[in-house]
């Protein structure tokens, strides 16, 4: 696990990292993360004013997945004890609190707003291995050996969501048909191919589909090839975030919803001081994700962006026969800022990122984002021309956590290296973040699991306000020219 983070001096020493390296890595991960979005380029097609109006009254503050829990937990008052303490009741919270419970650890979790407000109960869904990852931000800065030991953490993430649904009976509606990462225009095969590559010499293989095997599969005709991963698919994120709800409270962990954290002081015992009360714990794990800048932790490691959703009304049984897509695999799209387009259960389509977006300062405030609703309308007409008239019921925005590198950000603090934290989801928590909460509990349990270990690296270090926003929105304006361009050609092959 990493240690205390360094300074920012000494990180920039020891790793060399630059202003313009840093850049350089803004520009390569802008493209991860199944779910991103930032400023509309000029070049996107035109919405009507009206379609924007009504878009923006259909916004909803927690997406369509998640509701106010009716049990909502009381808030923490006066000072209480426990054996752990966890900040933030999401995927990794939550896991390494029935980890813990199940070693019969007195376990105390403090949530600001309630369990799964945040990415764990906003993202698309996706429960997927180690496609599509940034490997050139990596690879080479590890060595193939630990990569590969990285990828095989990705992978392990999918076996334990899938094992962990079943032991807390979880109904999610957890469809295991894989995932699809399309090309949808020619000039993407070469990177997606590239990727496949690199994924195989690291031992992991993925089977490129061409267009006859993309229509064999009844795939929409607008994803012409990609690589498809057999192992995962897509799930329900609400009823996966609050099945974890349901069992930790079963187990006997103590949620405090409506609790925010206002500070904290380390020591062979950690103290958390909240409004109302207290909680003191030899072990304290930050599992804040998105949010870890705002409580004054790993703001030159990681930085928030807000990446934005639509869900449309359910198609009709004629558009349903229509769009094909009988195994409803997850699918993602090889621009550098993705798309992904998934259809549900209820036979919504749910398209998300798209655009990426970034706040001065690393905040997160919970409010809409007309431009990034507006880019994926535009790709969700795009993608499926036959639908012209799909009305769109739902628009939402949320947080990702994402690193200079976009691998995972772990490790311990303080004099006692007892105050552990994970960030750095990058998009792709369902799995990891689910996986990183059990393993921080085997850690604290005095077992450090290899996949644990696996993700000791050093951090490329991020840059101070303004320049973290400079180089954030420069590069967010980079790549969706780039992805501009490759629409642009895919509208001047349909229309010509």
């Given at each position: 696990?990493?240690?205390?983070?360094?300074?920012?001096?000494?990180?920039?020493?020891?790793?060399?990292?630059?202003?313009?390296?840093?850049?350089?890595?803004?520009?390569?991960?802008?493209?991860?993360?199944?779910?991103?979005?930032?400023?509309?380029?000029?070049?996107?097609?035109?919405?009507?004013?009206?379609?924007?109006?009504?878009?923006?009254?259909?916004?909803?503050?927690?997406?369509?997945?998640?509701?106010?829990?009716?049990?909502?937990?009381?808030?923490?008052?006066?000072?209480?004890?426990?054996?752990?303490v966890i900040v933030g009741a999401g995927y990794v919270g939550l896991h390494a609190a029935l980890g813990l419970a199940a070693a019969g650890k007195k376990v105390i979790v403090l949530e600001r707003e309630f369990a799964g407000f945040g990415a764990s109960g906003r993202n698309a869904g996706y429960l997927g291995g180690p496609m599509a990852l940034e490997y050139d931000l990596f690879v080479k800065r590890v060595g193939n050996e630990q990569a590969a030991r990285i990828l095989g953490f990705y992978a392990a993430g999918v076996d334990f969501v899938e094992k962990k649904l079943q032991e807390h009976a979880i109904e999610c509606d957890y469809n295991a048909t894989g995932v699809i990462r399309a090309g949808v225009d020619p000039s993407q095969e070469k990177r997606i191919r590239d990727d496949m590559a690199t994924a195989a010499g690291l031992g992991f293989s993925f089977q490129f589909l061409d267009q006859?095997?993309?229509?064999?599969?009844?795939?929409?005709?607008?994803?012409?090839?990609?690589?498809?991963?057999?192992?995962?698919?897509?799930?329900?994120?609400?009823?996966?975030?609050?099945?974890?709800?349901?069992?930790?409270?079963?187990?006997?962990?103590?949620?405090?919803?409506?609790?925010?954290?206002?500070?904290?002081?380390?020591?062979?015992?950690?103290?958390v001081q909240t409004g109302k009360g207290s909680a003191s714990a030899p072990f304290l794990i930050f599992a804040t994700n998105a949010y870890t800048p705002q409580i004054g932790l790993l703001a030159d490691k990681v930085a928030p962006l807000r990446v934005s959703a639509i869900e449309t009304e359910p198609l009709s049984a004629e558009q349903r026969a229509s769009l094909g897509w009988p195994k409803r695999e997850g699918i993602i799209t090889a621009h550098w800022t993705m798309e992904s387009h998934r259809l549900t259960v209820n036979n919504t389509l749910i398209v998300t990122t798209k655009r990426l977006n970034y706040v001065y300062g690393s905040k997160t405030p919970n409010v809409p984002d007309s431009e990034?609703?507006?880019?994926?309308?535009?790709?969700?007409?795009?993608?499926?021309?036959?639908?012209?008239?799909?009305?769109?019921?739902?628009?939402?925005?949320?947080y990702v956590s994402l690193a200079g590198d976009a691998l995972p950000v772990v490790g311990a603090m303080g004099a006692q290296q007892n105050i552990f934290y994970s960030a750095g989801c990058s998009g792709h928590g369902v799995g990891t973040q689910s996986l990183m909460g059990h393993l921080l509990a085997e850690r604290i349990l005095g077992t450090e699991d290899p996949l644990l270990s696996a993700l000791n690296h050093e951090t490329p270090w991020l840059p101070p306000e303004p320049f973290r926003w400079c180089g954030i929105k420069g590069a967010m304006g980079i790549t969706n020219t780039l992805d501009d361009q490759v629409d642009r050609r895919v509208r001047e092959r349909r229309t010509s």
């Open positions: 696990m990493n240690k205390e983070p360094d300074s920012p001096e000494t990180q920039a020493d020891r790793s060399g990292v630059t202003r313009r390296g840093f850049l350089k890595g803004a520009l390569a991960t802008a493209v991860i993360a199944p779910a991103i979005a930032a400023e509309l380029s000029t070049d996107t097609a035109p919405i009507e004013n009206a379609k924007l109006v009504a878009d923006l009254e259909k916004y909803r503050t927690l997406g369509t997945w998640v509701e106010k829990p009716a049990d909502i937990q009381p808030e923490l008052e006066g000072d209480q004890t426990a054996d752990v006859a095997a993309m229509r064999a599969r009844g795939i929409p005709p607008a994803f012409l090839f990609g690589s498809y991963a057999e192992r995962g698919g897509t799930l329900h994120p609400g009823k996966y975030v609050m099945g974890l709800r349901r069992a930790a409270l079963q187990a006997g962990v103590k949620l405090y919803e409506n609790t925010a954290l206002l500070a904290f002081a380390e020591g062979a015992t950690v103290k990034a609703y507006q880019a994926l309308r535009v790709a969700l007409h795009e993608r499926f021309p036959t639908l012209p008239e799909l009305e769109i019921r739902a628009c939402w925005s949320g």
